[in-house]
């Protein structure tokens, strides 16, 4: 079946710019998705894009796709303690057979800022 | 009170108890999801409601009963649960259920079965 694979830990310096990397298995995939979940808090939808697209640029957050390589990735320009969160990657194909409304997560990217 | 909230945040329940979460939002949306996030497992869709209709039911054990009255409210009604079912259970909405279409969550209620 579909699956989304992510690092589970990731930690860098206060200042210095933060990558995370997220692989996908459905080449058919429509929509692509970045969440992140502060500590008792629930998701919070960062970015998406859609499959059409190689990058898209918000503010400090650079989202690139390769689809040939079925790669997504987040990157997060001069990060801030108060970017410590867990990052989760997400996947959509509104085609694919039987529940095409779910989406498909990964585990999690656990993004540490050290100051 | 904005965006969409649960209650409660935390809850202790014994595998005899009878509970219910609660969960609503105040954007104006057609659609309501119930999640289950457990550690080290993808998140989990139990249900989407869609204008109040069930629309989706992923093989959630019937132990987990949801009801959504009007389009603002959902609840998720909890009777003989198992320890295994211990977990973080999230609520969404979005304008509508199609696919792409931006979910929005609420806090989660932690569940803990004893």
């Known amino acids: 079946g579909e699956d989304v694979e992510q690092s589970l830990f990731l930690s860098v310096r206060e200042g210095d710019s933060s990558v995370i990397n997220c692989t996908y298995t459905?080449?058919?995939?429509?929509?692509l998705y970045w969440y992140k979940q502060e500590p008792g808090a629930g998701l919070q939808l960062l970015t998406y894009?859609?499959?059409n697209m190689d990058m898209k640029q918000d503010q400090r957050l650079t989202v690139l796709l390769n689809k040939k390589d079925k790669h997504l990735s987040l990157r997060i320009a001069d990060t801030q303690t108060g970017d410590s969160a867990i990052y989760f990657c997400?996947?959509?194909?509104?085609?694919?057979?039987?529940?095409?409304?779910?989406?498909?997560w990964g585990l999690g990217t656990s993004l540490a800022v050290n100051p | 009170e904005t965006g969409v909230t649960q209650t409660p945040r935390h809850l202790v329940m014994g595998m005899t108890n009878k509970k219910s979460l609660k969960c609503e939002q105040h954007l104006g949306h057609n659609a309501m999801y119930w999640y289950k996030q457990s550690a080290k497992k993808p998140l989990e869709l139990m249900f989407v409601y869609s204008l109040e209709e069930r629309v989706e039911n992923n093989s959630v054990p019937s132990r987990f009963s949801p009801e959504c009255p009007n389009s603002s409210h959902l609840f998720l009604h909890l009777h003989t649960l198992q320890p295994e079912d211990s977990a973080l259970y999230l609520c969404a909405s979005s304008q509508d259920a199609r696919t792409g279409s931006e979910q929005y969550f609420g806090p989660g209620t932690r569940l803990t079965v004893t």
């Open positions: 997400a996947e959509s194909n509104p085609h694919r057979a039987g529940n095409n409304r779910k989406l498909i």
């Open positions: 459905d080449s058919s995939s429509t929509y």
């Open positions: 894009i859609f499959s």
